[in-house]
């Protein structure tokens, strides 16, 4: 059964970057059956896409975070990793990484989440 | 970029009731249209893909429908493990969510 877990600092300082890892087990990230996603969820609202890579390590990202983001592969650890620049306040949530399917691309997996926080 | 809206915001609703939500996009989508439940500390679930289309394993009083900009998700009779947050959210172009439906026991 395929699994993903999130992995990173939970405390991250204002203007600097923000990493996480997303590690895949049960399965190959390599499979060009699917995008691999981030998404993030401030503390009592609404889920936001960050954006996703392909198996090929095509990218594409949310307009309105573009700038700041970079979403990478790793096929020989099988995972992968988001990095957010330039952090504030605004940035703290709570980050998953999700599987998104070819077929009407929906998110069909998900990790449990990790909570970022944006303080110094 | 697309926006989804999502109606209502909340409901109160109790066990056994028919519950329908809502969601509209800013522009068509097609049928590109996915629904998700949400508990509380737990990670979005997949319900329903391609507007109508049920994920496997999810019970059959979820259902979806709709095209173009407007869309329903329906829970035909609501039960206790469906008291939730559901999203909508258009995989037309780039990726957004609707900003969310909380059904809360009546």
């Known amino acids: 059964q395929v699994r993903l877990q999130e992995s990173g600092p939970g405390l991250v300082k204002p203007s600097q970057t923000l990493s996480l890892t997303c590690t895949v087990s049960?399965?190959?990230?390599?499979?060009?059956?699917?995008?691999w996603s981030w998404i993030r969820q401030p503390a009592g609202k609404g889920l936001e896409w960050i954006g996703r890579v392909s198996s090929s390590g095509i990218t594409n990202y949310s307009p309105s975070l573009r700038s700041r983001v970079t979403i990478s592969l790793d096929t020989s650890k099988n995972h992968f990793s988001l990095q957010l620049n330039s952090v504030t306040a605004a940035d703290t949530a709570v980050y998953y990484c999700?599987?998104?399917?070819?077929?009407?691309?929906?998110?069909?997996?998900w990790g449990q989440g990790t909570l970022v926080t944006v303080s110094s | 970029d697309i926006q989804m809206t999502q109606s209502p915001s909340s409901l109160s609703a109790s066990v056994g009731d028919r519950v329908t939500i809502t969601c509209r996009a800013s522009q068509s989508i097609g049928s590109y249209l996915n629904w998700y439940q949400q508990k509380p500390g737990e990670a979005p679930k997949l319900l329903i893909y391609?507007?109508?289309t049920l994920q496997s394993g999810v019970p059959s009083r979820f259902s979806g429908s709709g095209s173009g900009t407007d869309f329903t998700l329906t829970i035909s009779s609501l039960q206790p493990e469906d008291f939730a947050t559901y999203y909508c959210q258009q995989s037309y172009n780039a990726r957004t969510f609707g900003q969310g439906t909380k059904v809360e026991i009546k």
């Open positions: 391609i507007a109508s």
């Open positions: 049960g399965g190959s990230i390599s499979s060009g059956s699917y995008y």
């Open positions: 999700a599987r998104e399917t070819l077929v009407g691309a929906p998110f069909d997996l």
